[in-house]
């Protein structure tokens, strides 16, 4: 069976499609932004699923704002409900990072940023061999800056 379309709803039909076009765009978009966010997190840190998750979305960027955290948390499976659950996750978050020196910004209204000297401290004990070299890395703290860190931050 062929339909007719009058030009008015060939109109809506081209204009349907272009919208369906910018919506498979943003998608990809969307989902290139998060391709990073599978990475482990340290294990030296004793973090959850979703603490890793958070850190990981953390560490990638100068800064994530809330949606952006809520999405990474939903993609790990747990869907942020309750506006205060990312706050709570972040909370836990900053007291395991802390013994480690790595620091979480609130960006009140906006989101949270990790300074680029943590973000640093992550990447060099994501980048570790061993929870030893880590450890020592992390120690170090001023000195932690593997050679392509300093150049990528």
């Known amino acids: ?4 379309l ?8 081209v204009k349907l499609r272009r919208e369906l076009d910018a919506a498979y765009e943003r998608i990809a978009e969307l989902e290139g932004a998060l391709a990073g966010l599978d990475r482990e997190a340290p294990v030296m840190f004793g973090l959850t699923a979703q603490q890793s998750v958070l850190l990981a979305a953390l560490s990638h960027r100068e800064m994530a704002t809330h949606q952006s955290l809520c999405v990474a948390m939903s993609r790990a499976g747990q869907e942020p409900s309750d506006p205060n ?3 709570v996750q972040v909370h836990k978050l900053r007291k395991r990072l802390a013994a480690h020196g790595v620091e979480i ?7 949270y940023r990790m300074p680029a000297d943590s973000r640093a401290k992550v990447k060099a004990a994501r980048n570790s061999g061993s929870r030893q070299e880590a450890a020592d890395c992390l120690a170090r703290s001023a000195n932690c800056l593997l050679p392509t860190a300093g150049a990528a931050s």
């Not at 069976?1 to 007719?4: A, G």
């Not at 009058?6 to 039909?13: A, I, L």
Request: hydrophobic content about 50%.
């Open 1 to 4: 069976m062929v339909f007719d």
């Open 6 to 13: 009058t030009p008015d709803m060939d109109r809506q039909v």
């Open 85 to 87: 659950l990312l706050k």
């Open 105 to 111: 910004v609130t960006v009140w209204g906006v989101g």
